[in-house]
């Protein structure tokens, strides 16, 4: 998804609009739709090991926090360029400029509607065909608003994957490699001056498909992330996804529903449980349902790891240590 930065580069293309428009667009920061875990992480020692569940909680924020900031901020300065630059015309409040034909000479043109409101702001990005003329020869590539109270704001925006693949000189060079498809609706409250802060992020029938590496990988999502953070730093983040889960041999090509709850304190010390789950009968897990749950401490380690039988069995020693060390209850996963 960090192919995607080339589709806001607008810039040049509104070089030959007029300039000292005066206008001042509200937009989306990227600390907004930033996803921030604890990074109490100590040097390691001895047979000190970091969980699985841990790993890919911050691996998944990782390339969320890639994509979607990616995003925000190039759609940032393309509105803070539009904001200097004279609309191709008006309708109402609303200030519309393009189509403007893709300058890097891709079949694309652009179109954006920027509406400034009593609150904030209202966008909205148009793709089309290189020779399109009008908004109504294009689609509708991402739409979004922000909303300002004092210390308080909230927005989101909609991105729609098939019209990525629609025009699909947006992935960059390597674009037969891989198939988008679905919609994905991000939103965001967050106080500015505690940081308290919940995202979420709706994937409706969200497919991304790799081809041509060693081996195709399809990952499907129709569930959301929600990610919360309080005001000393403690948080929580659920995910849930769909996808062929072979790294240890306990699962084929079948797809199955990979879920994650995590919650934390200020100080980093962590609690997750996690399952794989055949879904509908669909899935080819070697023993059926799989359930792990891991502790650790503000060091980033783990104090406990357990995992359900038999395929603790076929891994002995996997789990270790002791419920009682964990200092996240088990009921702060409850809701997520």
């Given at each position: 998804m960090t192919r995607?930065?080339?589709?806001?580069?607008?810039?040049?293309?509104?070089?030959?609009?007029?300039?000292?428009?005066?206008?001042?667009?509200?937009?989306?920061?990227?600390?907004?739709?930033?996803?921030?875990?604890?990074?109490?992480i100590a040097a390691r020692e001895g047979g000190q090991v970091r969980g699985a569940l841990h790993i890919g909680v911050e691996s998944t924020a990782d390339h969320v926090n890639r994509w979607v900031t990616v995003?925000?901020?190039?759609?940032?300065r393309v509105i803070a360029y539009l904001d200097d630059v004279q609309p191709n015309e008006r309708d109402g409040d609303?200030?519309?400029?393009g189509p403007y034909?893709?300058?890097?000479?891709?079949?694309?043109?652009?179109?954006?509607?920027?509406?400034?409101?009593?609150?904030?702001?209202?966008?909205?990005?148009?793709?089309g065909g290189r020779d399109a003329e009008t908004q109504a020869e294009m689609a509708l590539l991402l739409a979004g608003d922000?909303?300002?109270?004092?210390?308080?704001?909230?927005?989101?925006?909609?991105?729609?994957?098939?019209?990525?693949?629609k025009h699909p000189e947006m992935k960059g060079p390597d674009a037969d490699m891989s198939v988008l498809g679905g919609l994905v609706a991000v939103s965001f409250e967050r106080d500015v001056e505690t940081e308290e802060k919940r995202i979420d992020l709706d994937f409706q029938a969200v497919r991304f498909e790799y081809l041509g590496y060693l081996d195709d990988d399809v990952f499907y999502s129709d569930d959301k992330y929600s990610y919360t953070r309080d005001a000393e730093g403690g948080g929580s983040f659920d995910l849930t996804l769909y996808g062929e889960w072979d790294d240890y041999g306990w699962s084929g090509p079948e797809r199955e529903k990979a879920s994650v709850q995590a919650a934390w304190d200020g100080d980093g010390n962590g609690r997750a449980r996690g399952s794989i789950l055949e879904v509908e009968g669909v899935?080819?897990?070697?023993?059926?349902?799989?359930?792990?749950d891991e502790c650790q401490g503000s060091d980033g380690f783990l104090t406990w790891r357990s995992l359900n039988e038999p395929y603790a069995l076929e891994a002995p020693g996997y789990g270790f240590g002791d419920p009682k060390s964990c200092?996240?209850?088990?009921?702060?996963?409850?809701g997520l």
């Open positions: 995607f930065a080339p589709l806001f580069a607008l810039s040049a293309a509104l070089a030959t609009g007029c300039f000292f428009t005066d206008e001042d667009t509200p937009f989306i920061e990227a600390d907004d739709v930033r996803l921030e875990l604890p990074e109490s995003l925000v901020e190039h759609c940032a609303t200030r519309i400029y034909a893709d300058t890097e000479g891709r079949d694309l043109a652009w179109l954006v509607r920027v509406e400034t409101i009593e609150d904030g702001s209202n966008y909205e990005i148009y793709v922000l909303h300002k109270d004092d210390t308080k704001r909230s927005g989101g925006f909609k991105m729609d994957f098939d019209v990525v693949e899935g080819d897990l070697k023993h059926g349902d799989l359930f792990l200092v996240i209850p088990a009921s702060a996963l409850d």
